[in-house]
C-alpha cells in the first residue's frame, strides 16, 4: 500500500492563472498583466507599464505642468486602443481636454523609408557609383512612389476604408508612438467610449456613483477578449474641487477605487497637488498608490544644476521614482535609477532620460570643496583626532 503524505504542494494562483486576453496588454512578471502608460520610456521605467488593477500616481508642481503631459500620453494610449475612459477634472469644461489629447505619429515608418532612400540616393551622387547600381535605386524610388500614389487614389475613394487604421484598437502597438504637435483624430474621439466629470460641481459620492456604473460597463469582447477600462483622475483635491477638505472621505474613495480596479481590469492614473495637502493626508494617499512618481519644475537659470548636469538646456523638468508596483511577490522592484530627465524632443514627443551629473574637476585642487575632499582630507575646518 502507498503511504500517504500530508503535505501537498500548492500551485501558485498567480502561476496558475492564464495571462488576460485583452487588446492593448501583455504579460507581465509575476502573472501579472500590464497596459501601456503611452509613453515607451515611462513604461521601462517602472516595468513594463502598469499592472491591470494597480493605481499609478504622480505629484505635481505647482510650478510646471509635466503631469499633464503623461495624463494626455495616458488616456491617448487608451482611445487608440478602444478602451473604456473615466476622466474627472476640476477644470471646467472637462471635454476641452480630450481635444489637447495627442495624435499617432502614423507617418513614422514612411518618413524613414523615405529618408532611407533619399539618404541613399545622395551617397549614390556623391560617390559616384556605377550606373548600374544608380539605375537600381532609380527603379525602387519609382516602384515606392507609384505605390504611394495608389494608396493615395485609394484613400480619395475610399476615405472610410483609409481610416481603418485610426479605428480604436486595430492594428495597433502595445505602446504607440504620439505626435504632441497635431491633435487626435477627430474619428478616434467619435468612437471612444469617454465620461467626463467635472469635480469643481460634482461630489466623491456622485464620483463614486460613476465609477460603479463604468466597472459595471465594461464588457467581454468576442473571441473571449476582455476589455480594460482606464480612470484618469486630474488633481485630485486642487482648491478648485469640492473636496479639497474631506480627507477622510477622499482616502476611502481611493480605497475603494482601489477594490473596485482590482475586480475590473482597470487601470488608474491620478495626480494631485501634495505641496497643497497636509503632511499626513499626504503620506497616507502616497502609501495607496501602486506606483508613485513625482515632477519636478526645472530652476530657471540656475548655474549650479547648468555645472552639475549635463544637457541642461535640453531638459524641461525631472521625474522622481518614488515608488514601483509589488504584486504577486515580496520582493519589491528595484529601479536602475532614482530620478530621470524630462527633454522635449522637437516638440513633438517626451524623452526621459536617466540624469547624468557631468564629471568633477580634480585638477587645481577643485577637490576640496566636494564630497570626495571631505571624505579623503578629513574635516573641512579644523584637525579631528581622526586624522592620520
Not at 496558475?16 to 496588454?25: E, N, Y
Not at 504620439?178 to 487626435?184: E, G, I, K, W
Not at 477638505?245 to 481590469?265: A, H
Not at 574637476?361 to 592620520?388: E, K, Q, R
Amino acid at each position: 500500500m502507498k503511504a500517504s503524505s500530508s503535505f501537498v504542494r500548492k500551485s501558485s494562483s498567480a502561476a496558475s492563472s492564464p495571462a488576460l486576453r485583452a487588446v492593448g496588454t501583455k504579460s507581465g512578471p509575476h502573472g501579472t498583466s500590464l497596459v501601456s502608460t503611452g509613453l515607451a520610456h515611462l513604461d521601462q521605467i517602472i516595468g513594463g507599464g502598469i499592472p491591470v488593477g494597480g493605481i499609478l500616481m504622480i505629484m505635481e508642481d505647482l510650478e510646471a505642468p509635466h503631469h499633464m503631459t503623461f495624463l494626455r500620453y495616458f488616456m491617448a494610449q487608451g482611445l487608440v486602443h478602444g478602451q473604456s475612459l473615466l476622466y474627472a477634472t476640476p477644470l471646467s469644461p472637462p471635454q476641452a481636454f480630450l481635444g489637447t489629447l495627442p495624435a499617432l505619429n502614423k507617418d513614422t515608418k514612411d518618413s524613414y523609408r523615405r529618408q532611407d532612400s533619399l539618404d541613399k540616393t545622395s551617397e549614390g551622387e556623391g560617390l559616384r557609383i556605377a550606373w548600374q547600381y544608380r539605375r537600381v535605386l532609380n527603379e525602387q524610388q519609382a516602384l515606392d512612389s507609384r505605390r504611394q500614389r495608389q494608396k493615395d487614389m485609394i484613400s480619395q475613394l475610399h476615405p472610410v476604408s483609409n481610416m481603418q487604421n485610426c479605428v480604436p484598437g486595430l492594428n495597433h502597438e502595445y505602446c504607440d508612438s504620439f505626435d504632441l504637435r497635431r491633435p487626435m483624430e477627430r474619428l478616434i474621439l467619435n468612437r471612444a467610449n469617454v465620461e467626463c466629470i467635472n469635480l469643481q460641481i460634482e461630489t466623491l459620492c456622485f464620483l463614486r456613483e460613476k465609477c460603479e456604473y463604468f466597472f459595471s460597463s465594461i464588457s467581454r469582447l468576442e473571441d473571449g477578449l476582455q476589455q480594460i477600462g482606464r480612470v484618469a483622475i486630474q488633481s485630485l483635491c486642487a482648491p478648485q474641487s469640492l473636496h479639497l477638505k474631506e480627507s477622510w472621505d477622499t482616502l476611502n474613495f481611493i480605497q475603494f477605487l482601489k477594490g473596485m480596479l482590482r475586480v475590473s481590469n482597470a487601470v488608474a492614473m491620478i495626480t494631485f497637488p501634495a505641496s497643497l495637502l497636509s503632511h499626513s493626508f499626504s503620506v497616507r494617499l502616497q502609501h495607496m498608490a501602486d506606483i508613485l512618481l513625482s515632477v519636478e519644475a526645472i530652476p530657471d537659470e540656475s548655474k549650479e544644476m547648468s555645472i552639475m548636469v549635463m544637457d541642461y538646456q535640453d531638459i524641461v523638468g525631472f521625474l522622481r521614482i518614488l515608488k514601483l508596483p509589488c504584486l504577486n511577490t515580496q520582493v519589491p522592484t528595484i529601479p536602475d535609477a532614482v530620478m530621470y530627465a524630462i527633454k522635449l524632443m522637437r516638440r513633438r514627443t517626451v524623452l526621459l532620460e536617466r540624469l547624468n551629473q557631468a564629471p568633477v574637476d580634480v585638477t587645481g585642487g577643485g577637490i576640496s570643496g566636494t564630497a570626495a575632499g571631505v571624505l579623503c582630507s578629513g574635516s573641512v575646518s579644523g584637525h579631528s583626532p581622526l586624522d592620520f
